[in-house]
């Protein structure tokens, strides 16, 4: 069984600050982990992923997360934000080469606002 | 990059109609594709896996014969949310796997939004 907790549901940041949206899992198998993103009425946009080997992975539009796998959590970073980058934001687990269908288990989201 | 089309975007039907919603892999070969649900201000719940030329497996709690699933063909998924109701009103989003590439990330369709009146 697998689940995802992103602590808080949304985070406010004026523009140019650090971006910390926080993800912790479990899962009873070494895991996949994913950050997506969504903007208003659209479908989900891969951000990066982690499956194997380097911990710290970078993604798309400057942002990097870092598995911690002694503290369950994979949190996206982004050093400075951007207008741009106001949108909610999914953590994602998937149970790896042992999970079923490679099925994928959301967090609730976190809203990201930026401020001018 | 992987391309997933999912049609139509935005729907709104009467109460007791049926919608079918498309969802099409356009530049890789999906043997599984999945549907989801979001409601709201909400994270996407899974409603089944479909596996192509095999039956949809449902999650705990989602009614097979109202949410008809169809895989006929690698590149091809419907869902079909028969006799619907303002309660299913919801934004419905697919993901499809490459057949041949990695088994993750998942692609995703655009969603659609249905609305039933």
Redesign the interface.
């Known amino acids: 069984a697998q689940s995802v907790t992103q602590l808080g549901s949304h985070v406010s940041v004026s523009e140019g600050a650090l971006v910390l949206l926080r993800c912790n899992y479990s899962s009873s198998v070494p895991p996949y982990l994913f950050w997506y993103v969504q903007y208003p009425n659209q479908g989900l946009q891969l951000l990066l992923k982690y499956t194997t080997g380097a911990t710290l992975v970078k993604g798309i539009n400057g942002f990097e997360a870092e598995f911690k796998k002694s503290e369950t959590s994979f949190h996206l970073t982004k050093p400075s934000a951007h207008m741009s980058d106001a949108a909610e934001y999914f953590c994602a687990v998937s149970g790896g080469s042992g999970g079923s269908n490679y099925k994928l288990t959301f967090g609730k989201g976190t809203l990201l606002t930026v401020n001018p | 990059g992987a391309v ?1 089309s ?1 049609h139509p ?1 935005r729907v709104i039907c009467k109460s007791g109609t049926s919608v079918k919603i498309e969802c099409r892999s356009l530049d890789f070969q999906a043997t ?1 594709m ?1 549907w989801y649900r979001q409601f709201p ?4 719940m ?1 409603m089944a ?1 479909s596996n192509e030329g095999s039956k949809a ?1 449902y999650e705990q709690g989602v009614e097979k014969d109202k949410f008809l699933i169809n895989h006929a063909s690698l590149t091809l998924s419907t869902l079909t949310v028969t006799s619907a109701h303002p309660e299913d009103s919801s ?1 419905y ?1 697919c ?1 499809a ?1 490459d057949r041949t590439g ?5 692609h ?4 659609t ?1 249905l609305t039933v009146t």
């Open positions: 997933v999912q975007s599984t999945f201000k909400q994270s996407l899974l896996t497996t934004f989003i993901s796997r990695a088994p993750l990330p998942l995703f369709g655009n969603g939004r």
